[in-house]
């Protein structure tokens, strides 16, 4: 079968390409912008991908697959339509093409799920299981974020965005779960959702299609993803995990030794299994402790699992070291919703005790450009010791009108009067040159964003290093 990607170099479409190459389908793609790293990786699995858009490129083609940012102006998306060719939306050709005959385990949430997956699916490789996998972001073990694998299990990243013009559902919705791993559940994607209500309709939507003896793994440690769940209902096994005491399965007696983090597995008090992992924080600790609980259910013991995630190294920019220099030590993030912010500067901060921790945040995703977390992104900055704010990422196909987009100045406002210096600087370059310029020996810098910064971590690095 010859399929053609529109909006090819997205991450989930380049996964969705691994899959169609691997399963011996001729593959052809087309984006605006071509560039790597997934220009790179289509290239290597022999898929040829044009910029900009032809319909001429729809020639004996089988199926279209279009990415959720094509219009249905689209010039390929509009000639397909107009030509009555096969189109999908990216998870329904996932879910048509190389679910049927597996069980699906789907890890959904607001935060985690990009690791959280990745720590399943290398666990269940690691343990001989052969799982197959798609994951939103680029495993550090895996050696894709895609693989068929010849298993029963295939482990999948449920993202709760929309998935195409035609199909506006969440992706996850499409995914035929066997069993869930549901992690945080809070107001996200302002674009598409109008409140937190709506989002957890979402994920309601999602755990009505587990089935009565489906598994379900639910983070206690967050409200709402236990009310999503009470209002479920109905399924056989439903595990809550976390790192509160009111959580039947806990992590305990968290310790960072500046290299691993250590904690205890507990269930209902008695201590079931520890954890020893490279990456840091009660953040990563708790995605572990969800991991254990699917894990189980893909027959595995804990200890064995446990062990596994013992070699887990993580995921790309994710709390991702990017160098160490002349005693700076600079850390590359995706977060971009202050939970994670908060989260991200928690970990570091037990990763490197006694270090100046400067924060350095990008309004970029589609939440964050908004006004919605005004006051909650100063909570989380001002944990820090040092805040820097970007200004505000410009998007010609979302424009926000002023009085409802967030202000990184009264955000460095609120952090300086709390003692904590803090300012707002416009353009990575002059990003750039503050942090080189005024880094000593012992600082930890941590850049977040949930896009590429104008490669702000690699310059700094560079700065420090010239």
């Not at 290398?122 to 001989?128: A, K, M, Y």
Request: negative net charge.
């Amino acid at each position: 079968m010859k399929v053609h990607l529109i909006a090819a170099c997205g991450v989930g479409m380049s996964g969705l390409a691994t899959l169609l190459r691997a399963a011996g389908h001729e593959v052809t793609g087309s984006d605006e912008n071509v560039y790597p790293p997934a220009s790179t990786l289509l290239e290597t699995l022999g898929v040829t991908v044009h910029q900009g858009f032809d319909p001429a490129r729809l020639e004996g083609v089988d199926l279209v697959v279009c990415g959720n940012a094509v219009p249905r102006t689209n010039p390929e998306a509009a000639a397909a339509h107009a030509r009555e060719l096969p189109t999908m939306s990216f998870p329904q050709a996932v879910a048509e093409l190389f679910l049927p005959g597996r069980r699906s385990f789907v890890v959904a949430g607001t935060h985690g799920k990009t690791t959280s997956a990745s720590m399943l699916a290398f666990v269940l490789q690691r343990c001989g299981r052969d799982p197959g996998w798609l994951i939103g972001g680029a495993p550090l073990d895996l050696g894709a974020n895609a693989a068929i694998g010849g298993g029963e299990i295939f482990v999948i990243e449920g993202d709760e965005y929309d998935s195409a013009w035609f199909d506006k559902g969440p992706k996850f919705l499409h995914y035929r779960p066997a069993a869930v791993l549901l992690g945080a559940v809070e107001f996200d994607h302002a674009d598409i959702y109008r409140d937190l209500e709506a989002v957890k309709q979402a994920f309601r939507r999602l755990l009505a299609l587990v089935p009565a003896a489906g598994a379900l793994a639910v983070c206690g440690d967050f409200p709402h993803a236990l009310g999503v769940v009470a209002a479920a209902g109905g399924h056989a096994r439903v595990r809550q995990y976390g790192l509160g005491t009111d959580n039947p399965w806990r992590i305990t007696d968290l310790a960072d030794d500046g290299d691993r983090t250590r904690a205890l597995v507990r269930e209902r008090g008695r201590v079931v299994a520890e954890l020893v992992l490279r990456v840091p924080g009660a953040i990563n600790a708790r995605n572990a402790l969800g991991v254990l609980l699917l894990a189980e259910e893909a027959g595995l013991g804990l200890g064995e699992a446990a062990e596994a995630l013992a070699e887990f190294r993580g995921v790309a920019r994710r709390q991702q070291l990017v160098a160490d220099i002349r005693g700076v030590t600079v850390i590359d993030d995706f977060a971009h919703h202050p939970t994670a912010v908060a989260g991200t500067i928690a970990a570091l901060r037990l990763r490197y005790p006694g270090r100046r921790l400067r924060a350095v945040f990008e309004p970029r995703s589609n939440t964050s450009r908004r006004r919605v977390f005004q006051q909650q992104f100063a909570d989380a900055l001002a944990t820090a010791d040092e805040a820097v704010l970007a200004g505000v990422f410009s998007k010609p196909n979302d424009p926000i009108p002023p009085e409802e987009r967030l202000s990184p100045e009264t955000i460095a406002a609120e952090v300086r009067s709390r003692g904590i210096p803090a300012r707002m600087i416009v353009g990575v370059p002059a990003i750039c040159d503050y942090l080189v310029a005024s880094a000593v020996p012992g600082d930890v810098i941590v850049i977040m964003s949930n896009g590429a910064f104008g490669g702000l971590p690699a310059l700094v690095a560079e700065g420090l290093a010239a």
